[in-house]
């Protein structure tokens, strides 16, 4: 599977933020504060994410496969 990189990375730039910080080990309730979002739009842009990933041919299912995806793409340091 080709490593997507930040530039060519399926995520709009809220996307990405909410997978990092989710990613990174913030609770779903933290990450909306955090970013001034209600739990459900935290919990859209997740299946958004995990889905255009699943697009992209790539598992970011889980808390752990989608930081392993971040990783990999370099969007998010280990």
């Given at each position: 599977m080709p490593k997507l990189t930040r530039a060519s990375l399926p995520l709009s730039a809220r996307e990405e933020l909410v997978a990092l910080l989710f990613a990174d080990g913030h609770t779903t309730e933290e990450t909306s504060l955090t970013m001034g979002l209600a739990p459900e739009t935290v919990r859209?842009?997740?299946?958004?994410?995990?889905?255009?990933?699943?697009?992209?041919?790539?598992?970011?299912?889980?808390?752990?496969?989608?930081?392993?995806?971040?990783?990999?793409?370099?969007v998010l340091s280990e």
């Open positions: 859209a842009y997740l299946v958004n994410a995990r889905l255009k990933y699943k697009n992209a041919g790539r598992d970011a299912s889980d808390k752990v496969k989608l930081r392993a995806c971040l990783v990999e793409d370099g």
